[in-house]
């Protein structure tokens, strides 16, 4: 990096954070396959140059650090409702309601940063599949946090945290393919229920 | 179609049919996006010519195709989940079980037939959603059938059949990224439980 000024080092950081948001958002509705570095490029108000001089490892490369980015944002969407309220039941089902609220209110675009990025990758380009089972990890870890506060035993907690992630992931893309919320609230039922018949610690 | 004699015509049904399988083992492990047609011909042992001979389409028509012949195999597969066991809440766990089998079988490769490639084109190629969107309605109406049978009431058994969908989904999602059959495992516990927990009819 060139930068000198503490000026251009703002500069600098901000078309850093531009393109990888602009890819994130990319990565989140279309995938990585379609995504060229050239579209991200445009979305970012970037040259191509410029995310090269970024990321010299290309596409890839930028694709991981986005993925860490949408995995931080998605995250904070589950803090936010597994916070939302004192039952765990609840606040599991909070978050489902949140992501159907997200994906109404952007058409059906903004569902999960990972999966399809995930999928498409998934046993062909490794760095990806990494950086995907890291979000799918640390989204686990905090609904199990959650859970075992909430009174859940330890153990039931881990393996009701996964099925969590599980049904978001899966009723999200019913969703999006049918563009009807309709599987996401039926997964908020559904994991509420699951959560109270769990056994206590 | 050229063919004139009965032989020419089963070959030609023959290499159809070879192109379709190519095409639809290539969208469950890869997805729309990354596989060309030329891959395609590769695949199915033809010539690129012929594939366009038999998808005058291309590889849209080709992909619309292959998600039709994949989501018959996939319902081929949950309707002997469901048929394996008598109790309703087993034999949902079972199709569970037989998607874990598939996969962790196919070294993490062989998921869902229309996951990767619904998600890569929702919103931009309607004719690959509209046949996610039939794939995924058939399996769901699959499910409530068996459900209802099996004494569940009817208005339960159509939302929790959307519900065993997601799971299965999301499940298989997590179980290909990680490499690791236990999301599935996880999913066939906890849908035998909503199942059991459902209202009778």
């Given at each position: 990096?060139?930068?000198?000024?503490p000026l251009d080092r703002s500069t600098d950081t901000d078309t850093r954070r531009r393109i990888i948001r602009a890819t994130a958002a990319l990565l989140?509705?279309?995938?990585?396959?379609s995504t060229s570095v050239k579209r991200i490029a445009g979305a970012a108000q970037a040259s191509p140059?410029?995310?090269y001089h970024f990321f010299p490892g290309g596409k890839e490369e930028l694709a991981i650090e986005a993925m860490r980015h949408?995995?931080?944002?998605?995250?904070e969407m589950l803090a936010r409702g597994l916070a939302s309220k004192?039952?765990?039941?609840?606040?599991?089902?909070?978050?489902?309601?949140?992501?159907a609220e997200d994906l109404r209110r952007s058409d059906w675009s903004d569902g999960c940063p990972v999966a399809v990025t995930a999928l498409e990758t998934v046993g062909r380009v490794p760095g990806l599949q990494e950086a995907a089972t890291r979000a799918l990890t640390e989204w686990r870890t905090l609904v199990a946090a959650r859970l075992t506060e909430g009174g859940i035993a330890p153990a039931a907690a881990h393996t009701l945290a996964g099925t969590v992630i599980s049904?978001?992931?899966?009723?999200?893309?019913?969703?999006?393919?049918?563009?009807?919320?309709?599987?996401?609230?039926?997964?908020?039922?559904?994991l509420s229920q699951l959560v109270r018949a769990a056994p206590r610690a």
């Open positions: 990096m060139a930068a000198t000024s989140q509705r279309q995938g990585y396959e140059s410029s995310v949408g995995a931080r944002e998605f995250g004192a039952d765990p039941a609840e606040a599991t089902a909070a978050c489902a309601l949140l992501l049904m978001l992931e899966g009723a999200e893309l019913l969703s999006r393919v049918t563009a009807d919320d309709a599987p996401l609230h039926d997964a908020a039922v559904h």
